[in-house]
């Protein structure tokens, strides 16, 4: 009883962490989101098949490839450079740093600096490899694309993790 309780707020936790690897780099939010759906099968109550886990972990396996790669070609398809690319990873980590220093966690600022990082970010590393402003804003705003297909792709993963897991959990109450 004590270790399904302890298994099933661990779960709650790593989902929520999921969630926030979603958005914040470096934070592998489908394998986290994952390992949580594994630590509810893991008690008595909560477990689902074989099939549904399989399916899951290939999800979280492709989805994370994926992020990788998506801000990469969209980059290039609005004809962009690495450094574009780099600056766009770094733009992202700057504004996730920087901006809970500056006292913007939370609200429309934070979001703004989530989403306006990935952009400065991949226009100044253009700029700098000394691509021209008109191509350097083009690759700029393909890395921004590609950064958004990625978040929103993980992002959509760990939170159906954790409906999943919610409903799983709310599920014995309402029948």
């Known amino acids: 009883m004590i270790m399904e309780i302890l298994l099933t707020v661990l779960s709650i936790f790593l989902a929520i962490v999921g969630i926030a690897g979603g958005i914040i780099p470096g934070l592998p939010g489908p394998p986290i989101s994952f390992f949580a759906l594994v630590l509810i099968g893991i008690t008595e109550k909560y477990s ?12 979280a396996f492709v989805i994370t490839l994926l992020d ?51 952009f400065v970010g991949a226009y100044l590393g253009e700029t700098m490899a000394g691509t021209s402003g008109d191509r350097a804003l ?32 709310l599920r014995p109450l309402f029948s």
């Open 138 to 169: 083009r690759a700029a705003f393909g890395s921004f694309i590609g950064f958004l297909a990625g978040t929103l792709m993980k992002l959509t993963y760990s939170i159906a993790i954790l409906i999943i897991i919610f409903t799983s959990l």
């Open 48 to 59: 689902f098949s074989e099939t549904f886990y399989i399916v899951s972990a290939l999800l």
């Open 68 to 118: 990788y790669y998506v801000p990469v070609y969209g980059t290039k398809k609005f004809g962009g450079t690495k450094a574009g690319v780099r600056g766009s990873t770094i733009g992202l980590i700057v504004s996730v740093l920087l901006l809970p220093l500056l006292g913007i966690v939370i609200g429309p600022f934070g979001l703004v600096g989530i989403l306006l990082g990935p």
